[in-house]
Nanobody
């Protein structure tokens, strides 16, 4: 059983930056992929960014060029650097760890971008 704990959310003005962290209770090295998802009120949860065990990354078109996902296997932590934030980025951000037959979710962290 792996537990994921997100942190780093908060309130920021348009154009500001935040860095989210996802700390895992166990090793993340074995996971095929680690990802960040978000869910805004009244909307479905959507993929924001993923990073594979090999370090390959992929982003939603809405955040490409503004957000950067990274991982530190030694610290069992995945990060999401968010720059040039917009009000439409407001959501609860969740971390997900995916293996071949199982996945784990964190509890989420709120990001609010004021206009």
């Amino acid at each position: 059983q792996v537990q994921l704990v997100e942190s780093g959310g908060g309130l920021v003005q348009t154009g500001g930056s935040l860095r989210l962290s996802c700390a895992a209770s166990g090793s993340i090295f074995s996971f095929n992929g680690m990802g960040w998802y978000r869910q805004a009120p009244g909307k479905q949860r959507e993929l924001v960014a993923i990073i594979t065990s090999g370090g390959s990354t992929s982003y939603a078109s809405s955040v490409k060029g503004r957000f950067t996902i990274s991982r530190d296997n030694a610290k069992n932590t995945v990060y999401l650097q968010m720059n040039s934030l917009r009000p439409e980025d407001t959501a609860v951000y969740y971390c997900k760890a995916s293996a071949a037959s199982i996945s784990y979710w964190g509890q989420g962290t709120q990001v609010t971008v004021s206009s």
